[in-house]
């Protein structure tokens, strides 16, 4: 067990910048999550901390020792890969095994470990099988086990759950998440999927274009997104961004949206944004879980306006619904009871409480 | 039965209809189509293959008039002939080490091959690929002139530094280092574009994961290369084994055989009693002499595929 350092990191390709100077510290026992589209150089940061990729410029520190050099098999890290990666000639065992049997551990041993490991990923029945005899699931559990017979200072997780479907990849989450409490070695986990980043994480690193936006715990980045980036990236659906200007009314602070359309701001809300220059162009940041059906006792803060549904998506616990403010296309969460049918007007409430005000220019969230 | 009791007398229908009839549902089936849309290339293996085995199987018990049949004559004349049992020494001597080395050399160049950078690997591909796609004929005839012992280049480079002349084509030891080279020089490229295909199909994670699990490059090549190429291996093996077995330009250009028969395989040899000898039926026999051997290494090596084929 270790913790992980990342020090102003850079990976060049050619002329391609991949990964543009990264800083990271990454607690020991902790589980984070690189996170981002592709192409932002989540795997290459994460290849680059396994000793894949050579590192263009910076440092990687394990356990407080720099492993800038240091080949893959001496930095003492377990890797899952996204196809698993296991060998399709040995068994399961074997599989498991291999990285131990290198390294000339003696024979009870590697059996004890190999055995621990099946039973704590349930596949002890499969100890005998070739990769070929077993589903993906369970292939990725066997990858998971040779990753967890090595006891590692750190598993690194490259897009794991990607080649499973749907219903399997909530279970897999599950298990990871199950495995990492009774384990609880420093993990890095990549992947796409910001629900999987959500769910799994003490802490998530958001990436864009070789740069980390935002480190936060989960409900850090839902509820304080700093940029336009991690606010549209975290949640699903995304957030509403709806261009909007601040302007005084009789003594009030007030954002409109439309022409007809302007809401004085909460006193919490115009505090904060009232040093704001009138004339900047913003964005007016909303989940759709705070765009609701109207109700007649509404919250202070909430308001009221009425608008022509163009879709609704019925999902069963909710409706999510689409209509347009001036051409934004804008997405709200409203009850199944609530009587929303497409094409028909509703009044809908604008929660501003938890309003986002952000800058158009330059993406930052006020 | 049942078809017996439910027919009325009188209602039969006449037997050329159901002649007819019958002749239409074979048609029908789809193995009858299957098998009449192979016919014509059944047919041309018949002709040009099974036709002449049997022809020559038929050979190989004649008298040299080709006039009486001896049974196994020709080859009770064989077993008691030295020069056969040297030819059978030569051609395994010839197949076995020509056929490692060429696996052995195709596999290291197609690893420095698959390292090369994407870029330049088509051409060095290319380059590599020459030896292979030259008619064996034609390059013998160079080579030919290289192993010459007086003027030739080799042996002018050695005399630069005091060496030889090597007599390459005049001394048994040599000739026979000559042939099994040319054969080596041929064939490596098949082997290195084989293997070289069969390496481009292990995934690069596997190498990764075993880089993690803590494998030396030498280790990497033992547990992730080799056995990921082993049906591969296996096939081009036999593949060559085969066609090296039954060699018959590069000897025949470089020695004829010589000196002395001691570079014979039983191909060259067989030309050489059956159409320099005028003794075809002889000649049948020795050439028959290939085919229980090379089935007994078929049927060992394409066993393992075998077991082995259901694996990735």
Redesign the interface.
Known sequence: MADVSLRKVVKRYDDVEAVRGIDLDIADHEFIVLVGPSGCGKSTTLRMI???EDISDGDIMIGGDIVNDV???DRD???V???Y?????MTVAENMS??LR??HYPKAEIKARVTEAARLLDITDLIDR?P?QLSGGQRQRVAMG?AIV?NPKVFLFDEPLSNLDAKLRVQMRIEIKKVHQKVRTTTVYVTHDQVEAMTLADRVVVMNKGKIEQIGTPNELYHKPATRFVAGFIGSPAMNFIPCRLEDVGGTLQIRLTDRLAFPLPPARAARYNALPRTDKLLLGLRPEHLTEWHAHLAPGVETFDTVLDVTEPMGMETLVYFGLEGTPVCGRVDPNAGAKDGAPMRLAMDLNNMHLLNEETGVVL | MADAVVRQPGVARPASARKRASLHNALRRKSTVAFLMTLPLILLITLLVVYPAFYSLHLATLNKSMQKFVGFGNFEFLFRRDTFWLVVKQSCIFAITAVVFKALIGFVVAHFVHNIPAKGQRKWRGMLLVPWVIPPAMSTLAWLWLFDPSYSAFNYTLAFFGIGPIPWTGDAAWARFAVILVNVWYGAPFFMIMYLAALKSV?D??Y?????????WW?RIW??TL??M?NIIAITTLFSLIVTFANFDIVRILTAGGPLDHTHIFATWAFRVGIEGSDIPLGASVSLFMVPILAVAAIFILRDVNK?G???
Request: glycine fraction near 6%; charged fraction near 25%.
């Open positions: 396994a000793g894949l080949p893959p098999k890290i377990a890797m890969f996204q196809n990666a296991l060998y399709p000639h291999f990285g290198l390294k070739k070929k040779r090595r | 995934p994670q596997l990764e994961a075993a880089a993690i699990d803590g494998a030396n280790q547990y992730v056995p990921m082993r082995r259901n694996e990735a």
